[in-house]
């Protein structure tokens, strides 16, 4: 069982740029993928960006060249720096990670864009 922790949200106005982390209890090497996903206030969860094989990174239209997604092997930790950030970004960010067989949720960290 795989324990992941985020941190790194918090309250931003708009334009400005937040970190966030999201540490595993064990190494990540096991893991096929590590991604972020947010849920909007009012909406379902919605998939944000993904780390695949450690080297494949995807994001949904919407945050593509705003959100960078990274990795620390030997800190067994993934990052999500998002930069420009819009009140539209305004939701709770959760990560992901797993393999063909497992998946792991945290337990989500708020971030709040200002207008």
């Known amino acids: 069982q795989v324990q992941l922790v985020e941190s790194g949200g918090g309250l931003v106005q708009a334009g400005g740029s937040l970190r966030l982390s999201c540490a595993a209890s064990?190494?990540?090497?096991?893991?096929?993928?590590m991604g972020w996903y947010r849920q909007r206030p009012g909406k379902q969860r919605e998939w944000v960006a993904k780390?695949?094989?450690?080297?494949?990174?995807t994001y949904t239209t919407s945050v593509r060249g705003r959100f960078t997604i990274s990795r620390d092997n030997a800190k067994n930790t993934v990052y999500l720096q998002m930069n420009n950030l819009e009140p539209e970004d305004t939701a709770v960010y959760y990560c992901?990670?797993?393999?063909?067989?497992?998946?792991?949720w945290g337990q989500g960290t708020q971030v709040t864009v200002s207008s």
């Open positions: 064990q190494s990540i090497f096991a893991l096929n993928y």
């Open positions: 992901n990670a797993g393999s063909s067989t497992q998946n792991y």
């Open positions: 780390l695949t094989r450690g080297v494949i990174t």
